[in-house]
C-alpha cells in the first residue's frame, strides 16, 4: 500500500478472481465460464460495430433492453445492464446498504458480496448454511436488513424453490431481496416474473456463463421501475457509458440466437450429469448443483492437495481455503472432452484402476 491511499481503503481485502496462469495451455475449469464460443454471427456483427468506435456507446442501452425485455418479457425500463452482473451488485450495496441497513447473505456463497460490502463500508451478517450446505430460508424471514441469495448458490450450486424466495421476499418488504441468477440457466427456475408482483426485489443475471460472454463483461438487473431509476443514478454518478459498442454488438448478436445458447445449456447439463456419475464411482460426495459447476469431496484427498495435483496435470479447478468447505473443489462443467481429461487425471492421482 501507498502512502497515498486513503485511509477508509486501507482495510480493504480484495477479490481474487480464478487463476489464469500464462505458463502453459490448461483445461480450464476454475472460473465456470462456457466452453463453448458465441454463436458465430456474432464476430460479424462486433465488426461491424468497430466502424462506429470513434462514438460512444448509447447510456440507456435501448437496443440492447428492449431485447432482453422480449426474452425476459419484463418491460425495457424494469431493466439495467451492466459490466458485468458484479457491476449491478456493487450498485445494490452502494443503493440499499448502508449502516443503517446492513446486508445479510450465507456464510458460504459469492465471495464477492463480503468485498462489496467492505468497499461500500456496509455492516454485513454471514448465516451459516446447514449442515448439507442448504440456506435455510427462515432464516432470512422478516431479517429487515438487505438480503443478497446466490440462487443456485455458488459453490454449492444448491437451489432454492422460488416459492422459498418468495416468501423471503414477503415477509421482508420494507427491505430489497437481491436474487444472484448467475447460473439459473442451468436447471432453476428465475424469480424475474416476480418483479411484477413485489417492489422490493432485484434479480440480476449475467451474459458470462449461459451466453459464452464473460469476455465481453456483461450483466443486468430486472426489477420494479422505481428502483431500476435508482440503480440507474448510481450507474450516471459512475460510469454512464458502462456497456461499450463491441459489447452491445455482441448481445445482440447472441440474443438473436437464444436457442444455439439454450442448446449449450442443456449439453452442459448433461454433462454435469456424465461428471457427477463419473466422480461418485470413484468415491467422491458432491452436492445437488443445478449450476455448471460441481462441488465435489474425495475422503482420501485434501481440495487443496487434489487442485495442486490437477495443476501440475495442466487442469485448473477451483479451492477455496475456507475452513467448512476445504475438503471441497469447485469443478466447471466443460466439454466432454474435458471432463475425460479431468477424469482420468483424477484417477491417476487417486492410483484407481479401471
Ligand atoms: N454471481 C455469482 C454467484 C458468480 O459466481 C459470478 C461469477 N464469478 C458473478 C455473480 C459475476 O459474474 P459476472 O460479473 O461475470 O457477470
Known amino acids: 500500500m501507498s502512502k497515498f491511499l486513503s485511509e477508509k481503503y486501507s482495510s480493504l481485502v480484495p477479490y481474487v478472481p480464478g487463476e489464469q496462469p500464462k505458463d502453459m495451455e490448461y483445461i480450464k475449469l476454475n472460473t465456470n465460464e462456457s466452453p463453448f464460443p458465441p454463436p458465430e454471427n456474432t464476430g460479424k456483427e462486433v465488426m461491424e460495430e468497430v466502424s462506429r468506435l470513434q462514438l460512444y456507446p448509447d447510456p440507456e442501452c435501448t437496443a440492447l433492453n428492449v431485447k432482453l425485455a422480449g426474452v425476459l418479457n419484463v418491460s425495457p425500463d424494469e431493466i439495467l445492464a451492466t459490466n458485468g452482473s458484479d457491476e449491478i451488485l456493487n450498485f445494490a450495496f452502494m443503493a440499499f446498504c448502508d449502516k443503517d441497513t446492513p446486508a445479510v447473505f450465507p456464510d458460504i456463497t459469492y465471495g464477492f458480496y463480503k468485498v462489496f460490502a467492505g468497499i461500500n463500508n456496509v455492516p454485513y451478517t454471514e448465516i451459516p448454511l446447514d449442515r448439507d450446505f442448504k440456506i435455510n430460508p427462515d432464516d432470512y424471514k422478516g431479517i429487515n436488513k438487505t438480503v443478497f441469495i446466490a440462487n443456485p448458490n455458488a459453490p454449492t450450486g444448491i437451489i432454492l424453490k422460488c416459492s422459498e424466495i418468495e416468501e423471503i421476499i414477503k415477509s421482508n418488504p420494507d427491505n430489497i431481496v437481491v436474487v444472484d441468477e448467475a447460473y439459473i440457466d442451468f436447471g432453476g427456475e428465475s424469480c424475474v416474473p416476480l418483479i411484477h408482483k413485489y417492489d422490493n426485489l432485484l434479480v440480476t443475471q449475467t451474459f458470462s456463463k449461459s451466453r459464452s460472454m464473460a469476455g465481453a463483461r456483461l450483466g443486468f438487473g430486472v426489477a420494479a421501475k ?129
Open 226 to 354: 422505481p428502483l431500476i431509476r435508482d440503480l440507474n443514478a448510481i450507474k450516471y454518478s459512475t460510469n454512464p457509458y458502462n456497456i461499450n459498442r463491441l459489447t452491445v454488438a455482441a448481445a445482440l448478436a447472441t440474443l438473436s440466437n437464444d436457442k444455439y445458447n439454450k442448446d449449450n445449456c442443456r449439453i452442459i447439463t448433461e454433462n454435469r450429469a456424465y461428471l457427477s456419475e463419473e466422480l461418485k464411482k470413484i468415491g467422491f460426495t458432491l452436492t445437488d448443483s443445478r449450476a455448471n459447476f460441481v462441488f465435489a469431496a474425495h475422503p482420501e484427498i485434501s481440495g487443496r492437495e487434489l487442485y495442486l495435483k490437477l495443476k501440475e496435470k495442466g487442469i485448473l479447478i477451483r479451492h477455496f481455503d475456507t475452513e467448512r468447505i476445504s475438503c471441497y473443489n469447485r469443478i466447471t462443467v466443460g466439454t466432454k472432452a474435458q471432463l475425460d481429461a479431468l477424469i482420468a487425471a483424477v484417477k491417476e492421482i487417486l492410483k484407481i484402476k479401471d
